[in-house]
Structure formats: C-alpha cells, structure tokens
C-alpha cells in the first residue's frame, strides 16, 4: 500500500512539474517579449512631434509596468490547482496566464474564478471537487497536498494529503521581510479582501491574525477587480513607519501590484520629513480636533488691521492708507471664501485701487485738471511703502511657515490658542526652525488648506522656466554662427534656425504615473486609503487622511488593545464617528496564526490587568509559555545577552529580536554587538542580520522567531503607563518569548 502511494505521489509530482515549468516558459516568453517591445519604443524616441514623443512616452511605461509585474512574480508563481465538478482543471497563481493563441493556463488569484480556491469548503464546495495545493521552492515542485470536498473522491488513489499548507507556511523561520499569504489565505480572511470597495471598513484583529497581510491582499484585490476606476485616482497605504513600509513593500509587487502610493504620517505632506514626536504633552495637545481652529485663527491672524492710518511714499507723493480702507478690504477679501494666499490678491487690488484714486484725486485737485491718471496705478504697485504696508497686513505664506512661526513664536500661539493653559502653551512652544514633528503633520496639512497655493512661487518658478528658454535660445544662436561656415562647406543653406535647434534637445518632460503624481500632489483624491497600526491615529490625523479620500473608501485595520499612544481611542466608534458617524462596517478575525497559544494568553492577561478589552482570537499552535528571567539592577544588559545566546542555539538560523524602551536601545544595542560582532543590527533596516534590536514602535507589525524582551516595566513607563507596547512587544514572536526583568513587574506578568 506504502509503496503504491509513493508511486501516486511521485506520478502527480511529474505532471506538476512539467504544467508549471509551462507556466514559467510563457513567463519567461512575455518577459522577452515585453523587454524587446520597450527596447524598441526607447529607441524611437530621437525624433518626431511633441505629439509622437507623448505618445512613445506613454507605450514606454506601459510595457514598463508590465515588465516590473512580470519580474516580480517569479517566486511561487502557481500555488494551486482547482478540479471542478465539470472536469475542467484551473490552475491559480500571482497573474493571469494565457497562451499565445489566448488558451488560458492560469487564473490571477484575484479573478472571481479563483474565489472557491479561498472559500469553498466540504458543506459550501462551490463546483470544486478537489483543492490541490502546490508547493514550490524556486520554480520546481517539490510537495503536493489535496483537500478533498467531493466524498466520492476520498478513496480515489489520486489524492494527496501532508503537513498542510498553513502550517508548513507557519512553521518556516522569518526573513526579515514580511512575505505574502496567497497561497493560503483563509475562508474569513478572503471575505474581507472581497468585499466591496465603497465605504469604511474596519478590520480588528488581534495578533497573528494576519490583519496586514488582508489589507495589502484587499488593496491588490480592488486593484485587479476595479482597475479603470483605481488606476487613475490610485490607492493610498498609510503605516506607522518608514521601516514598517520597508519591511511590507516587496508584497504588492509579488501580488502583482506595483502602482500604489505607500506613506507613512511623518512623509505624508509633500517636501516634509516628520520626526518622532517626543514630548507626550505636545503630541497629546497636538491631536485633537480643536487645532484645527487653532491653525484657522493663525492664519486670520496675519491678516492685519494696523493700529493707526499710514502715510506712504509714491515717488514725490504721499497717499494715507487707513484703518477703515483696510479692514473694508479685508471684509471683502475674506467673503470671497478663498484661501489666504488666494484671497491676498482681491485684498491687495482693493487697496491699490482705493490708493490709485486717492492719489489721482489729490493730482487733480492741486493741478485744477480733471484728467485719466489710471497710469498712476503702475506706480503705486511698485511703491516700496505701499509693498511693505500691504505685506505686513496680508503677507502671503507658506504652511511650512505659518507653523513654524505658531509654535515658535509666544504672542502668535496665544492669540490664536486662547484656551490654553501657561503650561499647555509652554509644552508646545520650540525654537524658530526645529524639525517638524509627526503631530505637525497634520497642522502643515491643515495650514496648506487654508492658505492654498502661493502664487508669487508659481510665478518665480514660470519666471526660471522662460529665463532658461532665452538661454538656451541664445546658446543655439551662437552655436550655429560658430557653425555657419561648415554647413555652407557642406551644401547647407541655413534650413536650421536657433528655435529648432533649441526645440530638439530640450528634455520632455517625464511622463508620471498616477501614483508619482499623486505622491507629489497634497489635493490629490485618492479612490481608496488603506489604513494599518490604524489604532494609532489621532483625530488630526484622521482629518487629514479624509481629506486625501473625499469619496469614504477605506479599508482600516488595526488592534485597540495595541494602541501605545495616551491619545489613542479606546473603540473604533470614538476614532471614527467624527467623521463618518456610526457608518462604518466592522469585521472581526477570530484565527491567531502567528503567536503560540501560550505567549498569546500572557500577553492578554497583562491587557486585562490594566483593564483594556481586548479581542481573543483562537491560535492554531500551542507553542511553548514565555520564559522569565529576574535579574538584579545592574545585571539587565548581561542578562538579555544570556538569554540572546540560549536563543540562537535554539532557533537555528531564525531571527532574533530583542526589544526594550527606548532610552535602553544603546546600551543593549553596544554590548550585544560586542559579544556577536556580525550578528547584531539596530533599527528594522538592519533585519538581515539574525539579531535586531529595536523599540517598541518599530516592532509593530513585525515578527520573529523568538523575542527577548528587555525591562517590560519600562516599556509601560516610556507609553505613559499605557501597556500598550508591552502588549505589542509580547505578541511578536512565532516560537519563543523570554522575558528578562531587574524591576518590579508589570501587572498581570506576575502571575504565572
């Protein structure tokens, strides 16, 4: 019987391997194909019309695109195979495949024929008779595993069964990148990642259960399923990291994906870099809807009534700019409903008009003639007087500058932050110039809508573009006088002028996808916001990334209980209802596939003892109970450094995190890598190296093999007593846990 299965299996090896080394030829033909095709349009793109080069231009990133979603799927390529009750064998893969003479040889595991892959079931089987699972490591077959949903084919000699597709997948030691789950994405989860695209959908989920891996699985879904409609307005990712988007940006592409914007809070608004904000007080302060008035009442602020009437300057004359024209300007201004840096222009003709006529007025009055003075208007325009006193009273800004100069200056934050405390008002108040902060970012955003465009900018940047054109104008002139006598030696009679020469070698201008497009444009619409860590968010925050998608389209994950932020909301109702009240679908996933049942349950016992309510999804493993070690006060260092050591014997090439409180991160970080010169990296960059230490924070969302938490009472210390990050720090590991402690224990971690 033993020797008639291996015989079975290795029959139904053979045949897998010969369709997929198929699919991989076909893979490899369009990719020459592609390849050849751009290759020719780049070498077309010397000459012809604006018109031609546009439309070059637009073939070259086509077959670009499709260049870099081909290259990208190479690694298990195919994972299943559907047999249908009509006979028909559907193989599933990253991207639909079809022969030359438009056979199709694979689906794309997003198409709606791919569906009962994730979802039928033996009750439910939808057409399917058997599930094929396979196996692959490069582009060979090496396993293959049957679920069977028709009970006539249980005893068929045909049918496979092994370790299961999950679990082999569960059980593989981390890379320091977060990998896909195509291959086997859950009933529960694959509902989610179909649903439908309108509206907000809230996705919690507790760790390990994969809540990540659904929202960039949704985000390609809705890619593939809506394409005309998201190809042009895009998709946005939001996470809480640069490095945590580093650690997730290789997914989309294997999924077949390479057009969505991906941003983290602090690179959210065009041209800032946002740092960590690091005083609770200030974040705590910075987060709450009332900024925005705030920011509103800062930029009423400089729209200024002087204290007296001004006399000023026109040349030989003097005009008298008063209170009452002033304010008549700035009433008429602001109704216009424009923003600032927009409605500074109905302000300022205003006033030069009133300016121009009070002048005329005063000409003809001591001239005895009654004559059209309108020339007089140039002059008041170019008055320096008037320039500054209108400047002073309106001044055209920057977002970058309105709240640098709000947080940095005590008169304008009062003023327009009457409601503050002296002590609230010291928290916020910083040096002119100091970096922007993660909790500024939606201040800027907030600020920019206000202001809107700043249009001398515009006009400085049409002035370069005309300045370089004259140069390069003159350049071809003098070019082709240094030529002329060579082109009469070789018969050319002057067909060149200076405007064709300098025509032909400018640069056209690179043609931006909608993601490039919208990555540089603030007001951009997108059609759809995928939020992760979203229980992080602040209602500022939140303001700002509706305004990014007017339309409500959202698919937002996170974990309640993971919030490490004394800010953060306590339910999805509070973050939300702000803005789309109690609209909102909210969906639950009940399946723990990373953390052991046994760190699962410590860790949901530390959340309980400092009251959170907290969702208890269902582990698949049971795994091993977290190892605590007591150390005394001067003993943490060498202690975690005991327990890094027992856990590389352990793991066996796996990766190892330490994580601790941030103020401990040098420390920990030196001495380790002086006791494992080479094996230590700080910061999730450094993942490629077996040990990494890192915070908190930057764990979130990531996953080891093992954890060695340094100081749990410290992680609740630096989160303001929240246990948060300790929550977070706890449910990262897919084997082990060890905990190493020289202070007193936080509650709940005590009792085992």
């Not at 994730?118 to 490069?138: D, F, K, N, S, W």
């Not at 043609?511 to 490039?516: L, Q």
Request: proline share 4%; glycine share 8%; net charge negative.
């Amino acid at each position: 019987m033993a020797e008639t299965v291996a015989t079975t299996a290795a029959e139904q090896l053979a045949v897998e391997r010969e369709y997929v080394a198929r699919l991989y030829e076909r893979l490899d033909e369009l990719r020459a194909e592609k390849t050849e095709e751009l290759a020719a349009v780049r070498r077309s793109r010397s000459s012809g019309n604006h018109q031609n080069r546009s439309e070059r231009d637009a073939f070259a990133s086509h077959y670009e695109d499709r260049l870099a979603q081909l290259n990208a799927v190479d690694h298990r390529l195919v994972f299943g195979r559907l047999d249908t009750d009509e006979d028909e064998r559907r193989y599933v893969g990253r991207i639909g495949l079809a022969t030359e003479d438009h056979q199709r040889m694979m689906v794309d595991w997003r198409a709606r024929e791919a569906a009962a892959f994730y979802q039928a079931t033996a009750q439910h089987p939808m057409g399917v008779r058997r599930r094929r699972h396979l196996i692959l490591e490069g582009r060979e077959v090496t396993a293959l595993e049957d679920d069977v949903l028709d009970p006539q084919m249980l005893d068929d000699e045909g049918v496979l069964h092994g370790e299961g597709a999950l679990l082999a997948a569960l059980n593989q030691k981390r890379t320091g990148r977060m990998s896909d789950i195509v291959a086997t994405i859950q009933a529960e989860q694959d509902r989610i990642i179909r649903a439908p695209l309108p509206g907000v959908r809230v996705v919690q989920g507790g760790p390990g259960t994969g809540k990540t891996a659904v929202a960039l699985h949704r985000a390609a879904y809705l890619l593939y399923e809506h394409r005309e409609r998201l190809r042009k307005a895009g998709v946005l990712i939001i996470g809480p990291s640069s490095s945590f988007l580093w650690y997730i940006e290789r997914v989309l592409p294997a999924l077949g994906e390479t057009g969505v914007v991906m941003s983290s809070l602090a690179e959210l608004f065009p041209g800032v870099s946002a740092v960590p904000e690091r005083d609770p007080e200030a974040a705590r302060l910075k987060a709450g809807l009332e900024m925005a008035e705030v920011v509103a009442r800062a930029v009423k602020d400089r729209q200024k009534v002087p204290g007296a009437d001004q006399v000023l300057r026109v040349d030989t004359h003097r005009v008298t700019l008063t209170r009452k024209a002033v304010k008549r300007a700035r009433d008429k201004a602001r109704a216009t409903g424009k923003p600032h840096n927009e409605a500074r222009n109905t302000f300022v003709k205003i006033l030069l008009r009133e300016l121009t006529e009070q002048l005329g007025e005063h000409l003809n009055s001591t001239s005895g003639n009654v004559m059209d003075r309108s020339y007089l208007a140039e002059d008041i325009r170019q008055s320096r007087d008037v320039r500054v006193a209108l400047n002073l009273a309106w001044l055209p800004l920057t977002p970058q500058q309105l709240v640098d100069q709000l947080l940095s200056k005590r008169h304008y934050l009062e003023s327009a932050a009457p409601h503050l405390r002296p002590a609230e008002v010291e928290a916020l108040l910083r040096p002119a110039g100091a970096p922007f902060t993660v909790a500024d970012v939606p201040l800027l955003d907030e600020a920019a809508e206000l202001l809107g465009d700043l249009d001398a900018a515009g006009v400085r940047v049409r002035a370069e573009a005309e300045r370089e054109q004259r140069r390069s104008a003159e350049n071809a002139e003098r070019a082709l006088q240094n030529m002329h006598q060579s082109l009469e030696d070789v018969g050319v009679d002057g067909v060149v002028s200076a405007q064709d020469l300098t025509a032909f070698n400018t640069v056209t201008p690179h043609r931006m996808t909608a993601a490039e497009a919208a990555t540089a444009d603030r007001t951009w619409a997108y059609g759809h916001v995928v939020v992760d860590e979203a229980q992080e968010l602040t209602p500022m925050q939140w303001r700002v990334l509706m305004r990014r998608c007017p339309m409500k389209s959202f698919t937002v994950v996170g974990d309640i209980a993971q919030a490490g932020s004394t800010v953060a909301a306590r339910s999805w109702a509070e973050s939300l209802e702000p803005f789309v009240g109690d609209r909102f679908a909210l969906e639950e996933l009940t399946v723990n596939y990373r953390t052991p049942a046994a760190i699962a349950r410590a860790a949901a016992g530390v959340a309980r003892a400092a009251g959170l309510e907290i969702s208890s999804p269902r582990a698949v493993r049971e795994g091993e109970p977290p190892v605590l070690t007591r150390v005394g006060e001067d003993g943490l260092v060498e202690g975690v450094l005991e327990q890094v050591r027992a856990e590389l014997e352990v793991v066996e090439g796996g990766l190892v995190a330490v994580i601790a409180a941030e103020d401990r991160l040098p420390e920990l970080g030196a001495a380790l890598a002086r006791a494992l010169p080479g094996t230590v990296g700080a910061g999730v960059r450094r993942l490629d190296r077996q040990v990494v230490v890192l915070s908190a924070w930057d764990a979130k969302g990531l996953e080891f093999d093992a954890v060695v938490l340094a100081e749990p009472a410290a992680l609740v210390h630096e989160a303001g007593g929240g246990v948060g990050n300790l929550y977070v720090a706890m449910t990262r590991p897919t084997q082990r846990l060890r905990v190493v402690a020289a202070g007193e224990l936080p509650a709940g971690l005590d009792q085992d």
